[in-house]
């Protein structure tokens, strides 16, 4: 055999191994990944240093009517009374903090809201067409959000952006007056479902028409279980959104199938309205959904009765509401006895995930609560509100992968890091590395967002909580920010695109 003809065999062969061995598989995330870092108008917008604050804040939706009003003697406990003008200002300081993400943290996208009743101050019932609704909506907000768009791209950040991140026009839900005295409010928020549902539909609409040329990437909603839970069941200090009532099933059952339905509608309204590809990528809309997933674990796995209700927990807080947005399965009772609705299915080109904490399940023998569901057999009175276990991210993303088949977003996670002592740079290394992990075993994971950008009013709890990679100083007149530690760990895993190994060594991942 001459030297040429063993150099065309040995080719053959190496091209061979190859095509037909086993490939190692990629160190790190898909060429084109998003690393971003998200924040929410309503909890950033306020507390603008030079513009007035009729301005800079959002007076026309339930959450400002919510955190202002005198607080009720029931609720003082859970609200923090902190007022608007603590914010961090970002409707004034939004051109500089994109700037910072961009140069500073090695960011491509940055993850923010539109605030309806900042777009539309007034009632929209009965305006028809996107003409009519551009005739009532407020210019000065959508220049203002159009000007928003061109920092975002001036600073090479993509923007995915929500559409309602729990905040309601007052003129839909009265928050005080529905917390108050849910039976005899009139404007009822969620309650009202046909008008909700119509009219979110049609902001929606609206919007991405107006802003399709700049927005490629949409979220409906944020967290609706969040709504839900601590809306019409058990609000707490950890948190209590409007309206804030306890144990009202009728009503969270009502809220939790018009947020379902809004979703739907949402997407439809977005896909026909938004027709412009804004980074010429060959798709005009990628229309998804914010949901906050917990790792959910029974106390004893050998106990049967934890086990169940382990699994009941994640169907209400996870699975009830996915199943029926994205295969038509609506289980309107809750009580595991879904209805196939096709007017739902299939409303999601990628699912959002928000993830911080691991919940642990006791079983109970009877339901708990039986006129939400009948398999709620477990203790709420036993759940950890916070445990931080990074390993569960991993086993989220892993189980909405084999369950759902969608492409997944990390829209949030993090933590409150107010004396930054590394709390933020072990977390953000932790879960990049369980969200790398989950790459490597098949996961179809496109972006990676750290909340928050910046210290912001975490509802009410106000400015309690400091998730923000940027300290905000909310006594100094020009709203401060300071880099935390976890900027320098934060680019480092962006720019590099995989979390790099001293850092993992560093940040044990073992957990």
């Given at each position: 055999m001459t030297l040429t003809t063993r150099l065309i065999v040995w080719s053959l062969c190496a091209a061979w191994l190859l095509a037909c061995g086993e490939k190692p598989k990629p160190v790190g995330f898909p060429h084109g990944f998003s690393?971003?870092?998200?924040?929410?108008?309503?909890?950033?917008?306020?507390?603008?240093?030079?513009?007035?604050?009729?301005?800079?804040?959002?007076?026309?939706?339930?959450?400002?009517?919510f955190i202002t009003h005198p607080t009720p003697t029931d609720l003082s406990e859970v609200m923090s009374g902190d007022p608007p003008s603590q914010g961090p200002g970002h409707w004034e300081l939004f051109d500089a903090d994109f700037a910072r993400a961009s140069a500073e943290v090695g960011l491509n996208s940055v993850r923010f809201s539109l605030e309806w009743s900042r777009i539309f101050p007034t009632a929209t019932d009965g305006i028809e067409g996107f003409d009519a609704l551009y005739a009532v909506a407020n210019a000065d907000?959508?220049?203002?959000?159009?000007?928003?768009?061109?920092?975002?791209?001036?600073?090479?950040?993509?923007?995915?952006?929500?559409?309602?991140?729990?905040?309601?026009?007052?003129?839909?839900?009265?928050?005080?007056?529905?917390?108050?005295?849910?039976?005899?409010?009139?404007?009822?928020?969620?309650?009202?479902?046909?008008?909700?549902?119509?009219?979110?539909?049609?902001?929606?609409?609206?919007?991405?028409?107006?802003?399709?040329g700049e927005v490629d990437t949409w979220a409906t909603l944020n967290e609706p279980f969040a709504v839900v839970l601590p809306g019409y069941l058990l609000p707490s200090a950890d948190r209590a959104n409007p309206p804030a009532v306890r144990f009202q099933f009728a009503a969270a059952?009502?809220?939790?199938?018009?947020?379902?339905?809004a979703h739907a509608r949402m997407y439809d309204a977005v896909k026909e309205a938004d027709i412009a590809d804004a980074d010429n990528d060959g798709t005009a809309a990628e229309v998804g959904l914010v949901y906050a997933v917990p790792q959910t674990r029974p106390k004893n796995p050998d106990n049967i009765l934890d086990r169940k209700a382990a699994e009941n927990v994640f169907y209400l807080y996870t699975t009830a509401f996915l199943d029926a947005v994205i295969r038509g399965q609506l289980d309107a009772d809750l009580?595991?006895?879904?209805?196939?609705?096709?007017?739902?299915?299939?409303?999601?080109?990628?699912?959002?995930?928000?993830?911080?904490?691991?919940?642990?399940?006791?079983?109970?023998?009877?339901?708990?609560?039986?006129?939400?569901?009948?398999?709620?057999?477990?203790?709420?009175?036993?759940?950890?509100?916070?445990?931080?276990?990074?390993?569960?991210?991993?086993?989220?993303?892993?189980?909405?992968?084999?369950?759902?088949?969608?492409?997944?977003?990390?829209?949030?996670?993090?933590?409150?890091?107010p004396n930054d002592d590394g709390t933020g740079s072990r977390w953000v290394t932790q879960h990049a590395a369980w969200?790398?992990?989950?790459?490597?075993?098949?996961?179809?994971?496109?972006?990676?967002?750290?909340?928050?950008?910046?210290?912001?009013?975490?509802?009410?709890?106000?400015?309690?909580?400091?998730?923000?990679?940027?300290a905000v100083d909310?006594?100094?007149?020009?709203k401060l920010r300071t880099a935390r530690k976890t900027v320098d760990v934060y680019r480092r895993i962006a720019t590099a695109n995989r979390v790099p190994e001293d850092l993992a060594a560093t940040y044990s991942t073992d957990q």
């Open positions: 690393w971003g870092a998200a924040i929410s108008g309503f909890q950033v917008d306020m507390g603008c240093p030079t513009l007035p604050a009729a301005t800079c804040e959002d007076r026309g939706s339930d959450w400002y009517d907000a959508l220049a203002h959000y159009h000007a928003m768009l061109a920092s975002l791209k001036a600073h090479g950040l993509k923007p995915l952006v929500t559409l309602n991140h729990y905040t309601l026009p007052s003129w839909l839900h009265d928050a005080v007056g529905c917390h108050q005295n849910l039976a005899t409010c009139t404007r009822r928020g969620w309650l009202d479902r046909e008008r909700a549902v119509r009219e979110i539909a049609k902001y929606a609409g609206f919007v991405a028409r107006e802003f399709g059952k009502q809220a939790f199938v018009a947020m379902v339905e009580k595991k006895n879904p209805q196939t609705r096709p007017d739902l299915e299939g409303r999601m080109d990628y699912l959002g995930v928000n993830y911080y904490t691991r919940i642990t399940v006791e079983g109970t023998d009877n339901a708990t609560f039986p006129e939400l569901s009948a398999y709620s057999n477990f203790n709420p009175f036993t759940l950890v509100p916070w445990e931080e276990y990074p390993r569960g991210l991993y086993e989220v993303l892993v189980d909405l992968e084999e369950r759902y088949h969608l492409p997944l977003v990390i829209t949030e996670t993090g933590v409150s890091d969200a790398q992990a989950a790459v490597k075993d098949g996961v179809q994971l496109r972006g990676f967002y750290y909340w928050s950008l910046i210290d912001n009013y975490e509802w009410n709890q106000g400015m309690s909580q400091r998730y923000g990679l940027y909310k006594t100094d007149a020009a």
